[in-house]
Nanobody
Framework: QVQLVESGGGLVQAGGSLRLSCAAS????????MAWFRQAPGKEREFVAV????????YYADSVKGRFTISRENAKNTVYLQMNSLKPEDTAVYYC???????????????WGQGTQVTVSS
């Protein structure tokens, strides 16, 4: 079992930065790939970024590549999403998720956090 709690969301102007954190509890964190997804109003949840269990591999959605960075600190059971050069279209609820596989599909992920709101004003 893995329990996930996101933090760090908020309101920021376009071009600004935010860092999201996801604190995990449970003994399986260091064995889990960790990902961020997001869901904008009226839209389906979409993949943002994933990092492998040991942090050696990362993968990003094209829409955030070069602007967002995913990282993890296994000693702190925490995964981060550094978001730079934010755009209004990045506005969404951001969710942290854990999986046994380093996947990009919603169905790859068994454990989810409650989400944190990110709003980017123009």
């Amino acid at each position: 079992q893995v329990q996930l709690v996101e933090s760090g969301g908020g309101l920021v102007q376009a071009g600004g930065s935010l860092r999201l954190s996801c604190a995990a509890s449970g003994r399986t964190f260091t064995s889990s790939a960790m990902a961020w997804f997001r869901q904008a109003p009226g839209k389906e949840r979409e993949f943002v970024a994933v990092i492998s269990a040991r942090g050696g591999s990362t993968y990003y959605a094209d829409s955030v590549k070069g602007r967002f960075t995913i990282s993890r600190e296994n000693a702190k059971n925490t995964v981060y999403l550094q978001m730079n050069s934010l755009k209004p279209e990045d506005t969404a609820v951001y969710y942290c998720a854990a999986s046994w596989v380093t996947g990009t599909r919603i169905t790859d992920y068994e454990y989810w956090g409650q989400g944190t709101q990110v709003t980017v004003s123009s």
